[in-house]
Structures are given as structure tokens and as C-alpha cells.
């Protein structure tokens, strides 16, 4: 089935019958939508709570950023299109002030939700399965079928005039290369885990099908990534070196390192410093510490002819 023409309302009618399932396979869907990128999400490893629908701007992704996003509730059975909050990690941008103030919460609006309570609605709708078909209703049990596309329309154009506005200023962080480069690695390396080393003697860790992995919190800081052995079950500890010092790097992954040892009992934890260059520093450092290891990464681009 060519999935390209697939409108909301077809995506989010195989979307709401697919939530009630345990089929956890995307490949259906569309890859972009209106010139964004969709992901859809029904869990890893086992069905999600909140199945979702994301659609981001290049540099920004469901686990780092703000973005639109469809957020089934099955329990309530309500359906949000939100202005979506990533709840993996602190960005430093936001929806406008005045998106927050005239919004209500999800968890002003959904009882009991069970994640995803600090992003904004921006429409509701009361799925209604008959058979293999959908009904969208709002709170009167009116059909939304005529005015799905049209909503999602309108927040996808208040997001791209949202990231235009930053752009244009200079001092933001989009202006100033957040989305460049070494801010896409860690999401690069996740989405590719299984196709990269990593993945080949790693494995990422999911709780309840939620990715745990990515931005681990802890109270010393955030690791970029948190992994483990598959052989052994022990931890591992993956930080990406970015616009720091290499001491400041090794430095910081030996700290979480000792926190990892002593707040998730691991006595043979491991690291991995993932570095764009050869860096003389690291080289020595590494020779002394036998339990961090470093990695290279490499960008390779191709130049294709256009041809009509």
C-alpha cells in the first residue's frame, strides 16, 4: 500500500483500531507528513499506555523538543492533538507564551493521565469504533470527520511560523546551531541503534515500553545515554563529547560512572566517550582509566546529479 496520499483521517482511523491491538509495527504509515516528520509510536517491546503521533522540524524529535503530536488516552478513550512537550529532556525552547496561557494542560483535561500532563490541548476528540471505521467526536457527540484535517492544519502552521520566529533571531539557539551536526548524534545513534556497534553487544532499556535510555535522568545530571551489556547485564554509560573540553568529558562520564555504581548497585560499569575527532587528551586518559572506552564517529556526504 502506498502510504504517501494517506490524509489524517485515514492515518488516524488505522492509528485508533491498531491502539486496541498489540500490533506494535509502524511501517504503514507515512514517514513525513506536509513537509515534517511523522513518527508514530504504539510501544517498544510492549503496548504503550499513550500510543502517539509526532511531527517535528528537522533538529528536533519526540524525545527533544516541542512539536505536534496526536496523544491517545485508551483508558479515558480520548484522543488530544497537543502542543506537544518532550518529557526526555529539557529543551530550551518552548511553545510561545501565549499558546501556554490560553491552553489548558492535558492533566487539566484528562483525569488520571498517565503521561504527557504538562503539554498543551489544542483539540479533543472521543473516538468511536464501529467495525474497521471511526468516528471522531467532540464533547456534544458531534462527528469530526470535515474539521480533522483543518485542525491539524492550523497547529502545524503555528509550529512552522513558531520555529521561522526563531530562526530569525539571532540569539536563539536554533539560530546559533542547535540543530546541527553533533545535536542530531544521540538522536542518530537511537534511532540507528540496532544498525550501529552499539547495538551488536548493547541493548537499549525500556520500562512498560517507554524508552529509559536517552537523557537518564539522575540528581548529578543527565546521561546522554544509558545502556547495557547484553552479555553481562551491566550498565553502561554512553556520553557524547560535544562543545566541551576533554576533561571536562571525562570528568563528567566518571561522575555518573560513580553514580551509576553506587545508586543502581553496578560494580562493573562500563563507559564509552563518543568523540568526532582523535583527541591526544582522551588517548592518555584512556590508557588510565581501562573501564571508559572511546569511539570515533565519521559523516560521510554524497553528491548525486539531479537529473529531470
Known sequence: MDTKFMNPLEFLNKFIIQSAENNLKTVEYPREFDNLKM???????????????????????A???????????K????????????????????????????????????EGAARYGDSYVFKTYVPEITGSSVKFLDS?????????ATHLSEILNT?????????????????????????QLEEFIIENWNESEFGKTLDLIYEDGVLKSQQYKTDIGIIDIL??????????VIELKRNQTSDDTVGQILRYMGWVTENLNEKSVRGIIVAGKYDEKLYYAQ?????????????QFKLKEYKK
Not at 42 to 55: Q, T, Y
Not at 92 to 107: C, F, G, K, T, V
Not at 289 to 299: P, R, T
Open 39 to 61: 513518527k508514530v509510536s504504539f510501544g517498544m517491546g510492549m503496548a504503550a499506555r499513550v500510543p502517539w503521533i509526532s511531527f517535528t522540524a528537522p533538529g528536533i524529535s
Open 63 to 73: 524525545s527533544n523538543g516541542y512539536f505536534p503530536v496526536y496523544l491517545y488516552y
Open 159 to 183: 509550529y512552522r511560523n513558531t520555529l521561522d520566529l526563531e530562526v530569525k533571531d539571532e540569539s536563539s539557539v536554533v539560530s546559533s546551531g542547535l540543530f546541527y551536526m553533533e545535536k
Open 227 to 236: 545502556a547495557k551489556d547484553k552479555s553481562t547485564g551491566s550498565y553502561v
Open 75 to 110: 483508558e479515558q478513550n480520548i484522543l488530544v492533538l497537543s502542543y506537544g512537550i518532550s518529557e526526555t529532556s529539557q529543551y530550551p525552547l518552548n511553545w510561545s507564551r501565549e499558546i501556554q496561557e490560553n491552553n489548558e494542560l492535558i492533566s487539566e483535561v484528562v
Open 287 to 299: 590508557n588510565m582509566i581501562q573501564a571508559v572506552d572511546v569511539f570515533l564517529y565519521e559523516v
Open 140 to 148: 456534544n457527540g458531534k462527528d469530526q470527520a470535515g474539521e480533522i
